[in-house]
């Protein structure tokens, strides 16, 4: 080692210093960066709990639709009797009498786009067909009625 390579007390001294200032500043840095993940992970698990409980919360008005609905659940065979009626009315939000008359007919007219007259007609029912996406014949058979009847129990949630 020359005399030039020789480092005095004081250099050395200086350099740990630095040394010792740097690490500490490295030190100082990995700490602010764990607590920042830290409270990032914090807000992602918040948010979490937060779309969980609000799942649980659609789970349960879900199962709570379906329990109200069970008694509107309609066999799909195609016939237009008063329990069809009903829950037509029901999920159209009308009175529940099991009747067809002027009401419901306006209201399933007005749910299929057919001309709001409170009459049932060739156009109400292709009206219909062509809202439920069978034959538009304009004849409201049984095909068309088991279509109705799967839609409205689609819309009562089964």
């Known amino acids: ?4 390579d020789k480092i005095t007390g004081k250099e050395a001294k200086e350099k740990a210093a630095a040394a ?10 990995a700490k602010a960066r764990e607590e920042a993940y830290e409270k990032k992970m914090a ?9 969980v409980a609000e799942a649980k919360a659609e789970a349960k008005a879900a199962e709570e639709k379906l329990a109200a609905n069970e008694a509107y659940k309609l ?15 029901h999920v159209l ?17 007005k749910k299929v786009g057919a001309a709001v007259d ?6 109400t029912s292709k009206a219909m067909q062509k809202f439920l996406g069978v034959t538009e014949d304009g004849v409201a058979g049984p095909e068309t009625f088991k279509a109705w009847q799967t839609w409205v129990n689609k819309e009562l949630g089964f």
Do not use: R
């Open 1 to 4: 080692m020359g005399l030039f």
């Open 20 to 29: 010792e200032k740097e690490a500490a500043a490295k030190a100082e840095a």
């Open 43 to 51: 807000e992602v698990k918040a948010q979490q709990q937060v779309k």
């Open 75 to 89: 066999a799909v065979d195609g016939k237009w009797g008063p329990k069809s009626i009903k829950a037509t009315q």
């Open 93 to 109: 939000g009308i009175t529940e009498d099991g009747i067809c008359g002027t009401e419901t007919i306006k209201a399933i007219q």
């Open 118 to 123: 409170g009459e049932w007609g060739t156009g």
